[in-house]
């Protein structure tokens, strides 16, 4: 499967701690992009790192890519409750201009 | 949101009912997307459209349609509801050759009993 595979499925941590978040593929890809769901809402757009790039940081995240092992990582330091969410991987592949998602890493930040 | 409008927001119909979910978005893009989103399966494309009347079949298209006669509109029709097209559906605009980030609506939940 062309599939991104978030790991883990799901990770509880406390509040100030840093959550890390895992994303790996198997085919070649333009772009990477990670997106944040809240419970009952659609998906936010957070960060989008392209093939030639190796690291990105937008405020408390900080996205690396490393296109050697075909795979991803969403740093968000010192959590909040508030980044309690669900949070996916999306590859942009070839010539398909279609997204392919990954299933999704649920985070819980307990006070 | 950045303009994009689902309706409706909840909906329960029964097996065999035609249904039409609506997508409006404000933002003059010319790319949107239907997809569903399911535990175990992540989000799968049901179609897209790349202009006004210009759309394309997805992963998921068997059982739906969809129209696009404004730049505005999106339109998702199931044909005749099935039970395994109870799902949450989700519109997102964004994409298309300049890859940008996508946009998503806030989601329709239906129901088919």
């Known amino acids: 499967s062309q599939q991104g595979e978030e790991d883990p499925q799901a990770l509880s941590i406390q509040e100030g701690e840093n959550a890390t978040m895992n994303c790996s593929y198997k085919?070649?890809?333009?772009?990477l992009q990670w997106y944040r769901q809240n419970s009952g809402r659609g998906l936010v757009h957070l960060i989008l790192?392209?093939?030639n790039e190796r690291e990105k940081h937008s405020g408390r995240l900080r996205v690396t890519l490393d296109t050697s092992k075909k795979s991803s990582s969403l740093l968000i330091t010192a959590s909040r409750a508030a980044d309690t969410a669900s949070y996916f991987c999306?590859?942009?592949?070839?010539?398909?201009?279609?997204?392919?998602w990954g299933l999704g890493t649920s985070l819980a930040v307990n006070p | 949101d950045a303009g994009i409008t689902q309706s409706p927001r909840h909906k329960v119909t029964e097996t065999g009912t035609p249904v039409t979910l609506r997508c409006h978005q404000t933002?003059?893009?010319?790319?949107m997307y239907w997809y569903r989103q399911d535990p175990g399966h992540g989000l799968r494309l049901i179609h897209y459209s790349y202009g006004v009347k210009d759309t394309d079949k997805g992963e998921v298209s068997d059982g739906y349609s969809v129209s696009r006669s404004k730049t505005e509109d999106f339109l998702l029709t199931l044909e005749s509801a099935t039970s395994s097209q109870t799902s949450v559906y989700f519109c997102a605009i964004g994409g298309g050759a300049n890859n940008s980030p996508l946009h998503f609506g806030n989601g329709t939940r239906l129901t088919v009993t």
């Open positions: 085919t070649s890809i333009n772009n």
């Open positions: 790192i392209r093939s």
């Open positions: 999306a590859l942009n592949a070839g010539n398909n201009r279609k997204l392919i």
């Open positions: 933002e003059n893009h010319r790319y």
